[in-house]
């Protein structure tokens, strides 16, 4: 069982940024990053992978958002600048045993309890 801490969130100016962190109690092969806005539906906005950082993203955050890792910590974290309002949402990292990060959330067996970002107009 890993256990997940997300920690970072809280409310920004528009063009501001928040950098998201993650804390793992162990170690599996892909981390992710995900949002839920209220009234949809939970949604990819990145992931890496443990063993070499390669990481992907959604196409409405390349450029803005940039995800890391930290091994010796356990932690990833997510630096997310140029905020937009619609970027407002719950957050949560989610960790998987898949050799690259997907978009199907149903595809990650851990998820942390996530932390709120709010960006204002």
């Keep these: 069982q ?3 801490v997300e920690s970072g969130g809280g409310l920004v100016q528009a063009g501001g940024s928040l950098r998201l962190s993650c ?3 162990g170690r599996t092969l892909t981390m992710g990053w995900f949002r839920q806005a209220p009234g949809k539906e939970r949604e990819f906005v ?3 992978k443990w063993s070499d950082s ?3 993203y959604v196409d409405s955050v390349k450029g803005r958002f940039t ?3 930290d091994n010796a ?3 990833v974290y997510l630096q997310m600048n140029s905020l937009k309002p619609e970027d407002t949402a719950v957050y949560y990292c989610a960790a998987a045993w898949i050799h690259t990060p997907v978009h199907d959330p149903n595809r990650y067996q851990y998820w942390g309890q996530g932390t ?3 960006v204002s107009s």
């Design 67 to 69: 995800i890391s890792r």
């Design 2 to 4: 890993v256990q997940l």
């Design 116 to 118: 709120q970002v709010t």
């Design 23 to 25: 804390a793992a109690s």
């Design 54 to 56: 390669y990481t992907s």
């Design 46 to 48: 990145g992931g890496i």
């Design 73 to 75: 910590k356990n932690t």
